[in-house]
T-cell receptor
Framework: GAVVSQHPSWVICKSGTSVKIECRSL??????MFWYRQFPKQSLMLMAT?????????EQGVEKDKFLINHASLTLSTLTVTSAHPEDSSFYIC????????????FGPGTRLTVL | GEDVEQSLFLSVREGDSSVINCTYT??????LYWYKQEPGAGLQLLTY?????DMKQDQRLTVLLNKKDKHLSLRIADTQTGDSAIYFC??????????FGQGTELSVKP
């Protein structure tokens, strides 16, 4: 298998609070994990690439101080949305790369964030 | 630039074949992928093809790659209602970044 889990699957929070989303590779070690954001009826947009033990690489236009990424182990990466606002409401999906030769990414089930 | 284009909708009858098309712009792509997304869920990897291949078949799925035209297609034989979902093609750029198309919503009518 190549199972990736995310927790929580959905979260509702008040504006101004911070929310942490976890991404775990359950049956393999992932040196690299990716965080994506998906708006309704749209494609996935890569936010950042996270390598275990080092700082994440953010895509252009993504605020690193707002979307904090930590990749402390080979099976866990976390995304913290700090001081969330309604415009941060979205579907956040992580993926983990297992096989370097094919660079295949396996995706988690996603986390629906709603900021009131 | 990096761009992947797909048609947005496809409707077929159960039992027919579905063909979902995708075009990409980066000629240095090494792998091309097809993912399936059901409502409210993450992406499920369906299949992938290496850029030096023309075709790959996996059970009901056939992937065709025309590298000259930068055109990728996914054919689903004997389409079932359970195949209804959004299908994304993606190209892998050097460095590992994936660029996704907009997704094609496949609707299968009984």
């Amino acid at each position: 298998g190549a199972v990736v889990s995310q927790h929580p699957s959905w979260v509702i929070c008040k504006s101004g609070t911070s929310v942490k989303i976890e991404c775990r590779s359950l049956d393999f070690q992932a040196t690299t994990m990716f965080w994506y954001r998906q708006f309704p009826k749209q494609s996935l947009m890569l936010m950042a690439t996270s390598n275990e033990g080092s700082k994440a690489t953010y895509e252009q236009g993504v605020e690193k101080d707002k979307f904090l990424i930590n990749h402390a182990s080979l099976t866990l990466s976390t995304l913290t949305v700090t001081s969330a606002h309604p415009e941060d409401s979205s579907f956040y999906i992580c993926s983990a790369r297992r096989d370097f030769s094919t660079d295949t990414q396996y995706f988690g089930p996603g986390t629906r964030l709603t900021v009131l | 630039g990096e761009d992947v284009e797909q048609s947005l909708f496809l409707s077929v009858r159960e039992g027919d074949s579905s063909v979902i098309n995708c075009t990409y712009t980066d000629s240095s792509s090494t792998y091309l992928y097809w993912y399936k997304q059901e409502p409210g869920a993450g992406l499920q990897l369906l299949t992938y093809i290496f850029s030096n291949m023309d075709m790959k078949q996996d059970q009901r799925l056939t992937v065709l790659l025309n590298k000259k035209d930068k055109h990728l297609s996914l054919r689903i034989a004997d389409t079932q209602t359970g195949d209804s979902a959004i299908y994304f093609c993606a190209e892998r750029l050097r460095g590992g970044k994936l660029i996704f198309g907009q997704g094609t919503e496949l609707s299968v009518k009984p």
